[in-house]
C-alpha cells in the first residue's frame, strides 16, 4: 500500500483519480472476462441447440430464439465496453491533463456502460418468456399423449435454449453490476 501511494506522489496526479483508475482497471477487466466466458458458452449452446430447436415443434422458440440472440448481441456490446474501462483507467493515469476524461464524461461512458447490459437483459427476459411459455404449451400437449411424435414432448435442446438465456442474463448482471459499482465509485 505504501509503495503504491509512492508511485502515485511520483506521478503528480491526485489521489482520488489515482484510485478511480486502479477500479476502472481492476474492475474493467474482472467484467470483460466474466462476461467473455459466459457469453462464449451461450453462443455456443445457442449455436448447437437453436437450429435444432425450431425442427421440435416449439411455438415459441422462433420468437423466443430472436429475441435470446439479440440479448448475446447485446452482451457482445457489453463485453466491449468493459475492455474499454482498462483503456479509460489509463487514460485517467495521463499526467497531461488534457487528455484525461473529466468527471462529467467518466459519468457519461458509466451510464452508457450501464444501460448496453439493461437493454441486453430486457432482450433476453422478453426470450425467456417467449421461451419457457413454449415449453409449457408443449407440456400441456404431452399430456395422455401417445410417444407417437417426439417433437410434441420437451427435448433436451429445449432446456439448453433456456440455459444459453439464462447464462446471458448473467453475464449482462455481471456488466450491470460492474458499471454500477464504478458509477458509485467515480459519483462518490
Known sequence: MADQIQK???TGLPVKV???AL?????????????????????????????????????GSGFGLFFTMAGT?????????NFR?????????????????????????LRQGVMIPMVGVALSLVGAFAIVGGLVAKAAQTQGVLATDP????????ILVVQ????????LFTGITISLW???RVSR
Open 8 to 10: 502515485i506522489e511520483n
Open 18 to 20: 489515482a484510485d478511480i
Open 23 to 59: 477500479a476502472f482497471q481492476r474492475a474493467g477487466w474482472v467484467g470483460f472476462w466474466m462476461q467473455l466466458v459466459l457469453g462464449v458458452i451461450a453462443a455456443i449452446t445457442l449455436l448447437f441447440a437453436g437450429p435444432s430447436t425450431r425442427q421440435l415443434n416449439n411455438p
Open 73 to 81: 448481441v447485446a452482451l457482445g456490446l457489453s463485453v466491449y465496453w
Open 85 to 109: 474501462y482498462p483503456r479509460i483507467a489509463r487514460q485517467l493515469r495521463s499526467t497531461d491533463s488534457q487528455l484525461r476524461p473529466n468527471k462529467a464524461d467518466t459519468l457519461k461512458l
Open 151 to 158: 417433437g410434441r414432448f420437451i427435448q433436451v435442446l429445449d
Open 164 to 171: 444459453a438465456n439464462t447464462l446471458t442474463i448473467t453475464a
Open 182 to 184: 464504478l458509477l458509485n
